[in-house]
């Protein structure tokens, strides 16, 4: 499938998911060879920025969203010169859908509509940190604010911890593609600002620096986001440990508090003649307020003590 746009001084061509005859038809058309699927899902750096005369060829993974709702890298690609702007995808993007109205609405160069693209590019992935942002934050709230709750149930205390581990999995899986995602659009501006810098129209240049300072920041924030990341997933996992540890504790303070009683039961199970408590009247209760006697105190020493 694919359109075409006529622009001021040139044409842009969408392609999605093209056919091979599709390919060939632009080929034809413009003198353009459009790599296919395969050749644009390569990482080489050579093979994702390389230049046939003036004409560009530019590629780079993008996240797409799943019928699960994960994010997933979809390739990407570009061919940009002066007159003809060809962009090559095999997913429905956000960040192209509003671009075609805003054509009718303003006359624009090839160039020019590349550099909208990428400035939609931009605002989508910061639109998409910022929701990434938000969910971690209330990851934290849920993770710590837990600390100031008094645990009741150790299995639901379980489940909670469970489902925040997959939910601090999911975000570190977002945020991976996305760094991805920008440090492709980051090595396409810096290569396309240093071949096209006598480029007309004047302002296509001067927004891609613009949009270039913006993916700097956003790399930056992403590289924070990724470091809150790994430190929610230290601290879940350090959570998990503790509650496992209490656990461990409460099975060994039984096992120690119940030793003293069993043996006092024992002893005076054993089947002899002569054992004076066997004849007293009140020996049963004596027996019993023994094996009581000798399981509160443990557990009053572990009270003291702090371990329990």
């Not at 459009?34 to 046939?52: A, M, T, Y």
């Not at 990434?132 to 150790?154: C, E, K, M, W, Y």
């Not at 440090?183 to 480029?199: D, F, N, P």
Request: proline share 5%; charged share 20%; net charge negative.
């Amino acid at each position: 499938m694919h359109s075409e746009k006529q622009l001021d001084g040139g044409i842009w061509i969408d392609l999605f998911d093209p056919s091979d005859s599709e390919r060939e038809d632009v080929r034809r058309a413009h003198g353009l060879r459009v790599p296919g699927r395969q050749e644009l899902e390569e990482i080489e750096s050579s093979s994702r920025l390389s230049r046939d005369g003036s004409t560009l060829y530019l590629n780079m993974p993008i996240p797409t969203m799943d019928a699960d709702g994960m994010l997933v890298p979809s390739p990407m690609g570009f061919i940009l010169s002066e007159t003809v702007l060809v962009t090559i995808r095999f997913a429905a993007l956000e960040s192209l859908a509003a671009v075609p109205a805003k054509l009718d609405k303003q006359s624009i160069s090839p160039p020019g509509v590349f550099a909208m693209i990428i400035e939609d590019m931009v605002d989508h992935a910061a639109d998409r940190l910022e929701k990434i942002a938000a969910d971690l934050a209330a990851i934290s709230r849920a993770l710590f604010g837990r600390v100031q709750a008094t645990p009741h149930n150790i299995k639901r205390q379980t489940q909670m911890l469970k489902r925040m581990l997959f939910a601090i999995g999911f975000a570190g899986d977002q945020l991976s593609h996305i760094r991805e995602s920008l440090l492709g659009l980051q090595r396409i501006l810096a290569y396309t600002l240093e071949v096209c810098h006598a480029w007309k129209p004047e302002d296509f240049l001067a927004r891609l620096n613009i949009a270039r300072r913006d993916l700097q920041s956003l790399v930056e924030h992403e590289t924070h986001l990724s470091d809150k990341t790994q430190f929610l997933l230290d601290a879940n996992l350090g959570f998990i440990n503790t509650e496992q540890n209490d656990i461990f504790k409460v099975l060994t303070i039984v096992s120690v508090v119940g030793i003293p009683p069993t043996l006092i039961a024992s002893m005076y199970g054993m089947n002899f003649h002569y054992m004076p408590e066997l004849s007293w009247s009140f020996g049963y209760g004596y027996g019993l307020g023994l094996i009581a006697l000798s399981t509160i105190l443990p557990i009053l020493w572990f009270k003291w003590r702090g371990w329990w």
